[in-house]
């Protein structure tokens, strides 16, 4: 078996999202010669071969795996984050399994929609402290590299982590 387990290290209740949880996970093999490889699986994967992260979503939860780390937001419970991990250690070892007829993409295949980056903004539209009349202006803007995280104050306030940091994962992922 390539990788052996993912271990979950924690897991919070979602400040943002009522009802919802996070978690991280500590993967015990290193995964990054596979990346390319889950790059190419999932269809909406966001990749930076680069920064050797890749993110995507299943259903509305945004997972985001490093070498040897998986992090995911908005999780539905406990349960659901036992099973997700069952199913991420799957997927990555069916894909090391069938390595030999995918072909590995090392390119980002996907971007995020506007309206998906809006889901994970602080949606206080009105504020226009980023200089947008709208957050889904600001994320639209966010996907073209024209705007930064920076520009939208209340997502840097406390108690937004929850937001903050998946939104941080994606824009890596982008490449900014
Ligand atoms: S500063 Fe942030 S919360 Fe305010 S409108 Fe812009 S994107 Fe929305």
Known sequence: MFLRDIDIEYIQPCI???????????????????????NSVIKNAVY????????????QRLLTLYPMELTVAKALSS????????????????????????KPMYERRAKP???EIYGWLPKQSGCRLCGEPTCLA???????????????????????????????????????
């Open 48 to 59: 930076n071969h680069d920064g050797k992260l890749l993110t995507f979503t299943k259903e």
């Open 138 to 176: 600001f994320a639209a803007k966010l996907i073209l590299g024209e705007k930064q995280l920076k520009d939208c104050p209340p997502i840097w306030e406390p108690g937004k982590e929850d937001l903050l940091e998946p939104l941080q994962g994606i824009m890596e992922a982008l490449g900014f």
């Open 113 to 115: 929609t506007p309206l």
């Open 16 to 38: 943002v999202v009522p009802n919802r949880i996070r978690f991280k996970a500590r993967l015990t093999d290193d995964i990054t010669e596979v990346m390319p490889y889950l």
């Open 79 to 102: 349960t659901d984050a036992y099973e997700l991990t069952d199913w991420v250690k799957k997927l990555i070892n069916d894909t090391y399994a069938n390595k030999d007829k995918i």
